[in-house]
């Protein structure tokens, strides 16, 4: 049983590790008060003993290859273990594919990041489908197991593949005609994150998932270059991982004041799927996220489609040429300005 070393060295990622696809269940209490429940493999809820207000869910490793965040969370656990860190709040930590950590890939079968929000319903062809509907109900039971009309925020901690121009971005999930929040452009802003990406449509991502099924302040979170373990800057994430302490650890957290003027926000302007196996980009694997391109240049070539820009200035977001066919090979944005869609 690992619940000894649990409770000793706080390593739930070794654990995670070892145990790819299911982890037994088990419960304990830290000697602060704090309840820990292993719920699977890569999933661990703590419940502080005091009145919480918030339900926290920081999850990483969606894909498996993207280190930092993974490493982000594995000190916040232990610390957590330790008794180093005492908790305010609620938190449900996930790393969501295991195997792909320790296969050091973005993913195993299929892109786990394209299976939420009902895109693997009655699939269980593969480990990312079965998967995905496993953290999806324990997401729903982080957030329905308690009184109605607590806070909920999910943060899905990523890295890009590309460099960016802004190295750490957030992807706002489509909201609905929903308004977005100034007070979540702080929370992003405090962890060193000034550009924000609104998206106009629904997705499978699990960020869309927790903001369109429970109401949550959810984010894809990119906070930098995709690194093999041991490889990243843990320096440039320090005020993301003291921004993610002070939420869950204060009852309540101040924010600078909000200025429009400290972010870059832009509007998803299209999504270019591929839809033919001869797919390519003109620009090589160095351009990084937010090229600009001038209206009329080439964007991308499928198959016998050529792609141009459209507007001056429309930039790439995420271009991967090697996606399966079907689905996203590029954003492009625009850039946008606060407006009263902001609350
Ligand atoms: O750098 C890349 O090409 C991909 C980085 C990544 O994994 N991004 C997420 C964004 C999810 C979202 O749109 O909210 C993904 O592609 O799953
Ligand atoms: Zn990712």
């Given amino acids: ?22 982890l037994e269940p088990s419960q304990f209490i830290l000697a602060n008060g704090t309840e820990v429940k292993v719920i699977d493999t890569g999933v661990i809820e703590f419940s502080p003993n005091c009145k919480t207000t918030k339900d926290i869910v920081l999850s990483s490793a969606v894909h498996g290859n993207e280190t930092a965040p993974i490493e982000i969370c594995d000190q916040l656990i232990q610390q957590i273990i330790k008794g180093q860190l005492e908790l305010k709040q609620r938190v449900l930590f996930i790393y969501g594919n295991p195997k792909s950590i320790n296969i050091g890939q973005r993913f195993v079968d299929e892109n786990l990041n394209r299976l939420f929000n009902g895109a693997h319903e009655n699939r269980s062809e593969n480990p990312e489908q079965v ?25 899905d901690l990523h890295t890009a593949i590309r460099g ?31 550009t924000v990406l609104m998206m106009s449509s629904s997705a499978t991502t699990f960020s869309y998932f927790s903001s369109r099924q429970f109401g949550a302040d959810a984010f894809t979170v990119e906070l930098g270059q995709v690194k093999p373990f041991g490889q990243n800057n843990m320096a440039s994430f320090e005020a993301t991982k003291q921004t993610l302490v002070a939420l869950i650890s204060q009852d309540e957290v101040e924010y600078k004041e909000f200025n429009a003027s400290d972010f870059e926000l832009f509007t998803v302007y299209r999504t270019i799927n591929r839809t033919c196996e001869d797919f390519s980009f003109p620009f090589p694997d160095s351009a990084v996220n937010f090229t600009g391109f001038g209206k009329g240049e080439l964007l991308a070539t499928d198959g016998e489609t ?10 790439i977001i ?9 689905q996203r090979a590029l954003l492009t944005v625009i850039p946008m300005e606060v407006n009263e869609n902001f609350v």
């Fill in 131 to 155: 998967r995905a509907a496993k953290l999806e109900s324990y997401v729903r039971t982080f957030f329905t197991s308690v009184e109605e009309g607590r806070y909920r925020a999910h943060y």
């Fill in 1 to 22: 049983m690992y619940l000894d070393t649990l409770k000793t060295t706080g390593d739930f990622l070794t654990i995670t590790r070892e145990n790819e696809f299911s």
């Fill in 306 to 315: 050529q792609v141009f820009a459209e507007v001056d200035g429309e930039a």
């Fill in 164 to 194: 960016s121009k802004n190295e750490k971005f957030a992807v706002y999930p489509f909201l609905h005609g929903n308004p977005w929040k100034k007070s979540q452009l702080q929370f992003l802003l405090s962890c060193g994150v000034n």
């Fill in 318 to 326: 995420f271009p991967n040429a090697k996606v399966a066919l079907g």
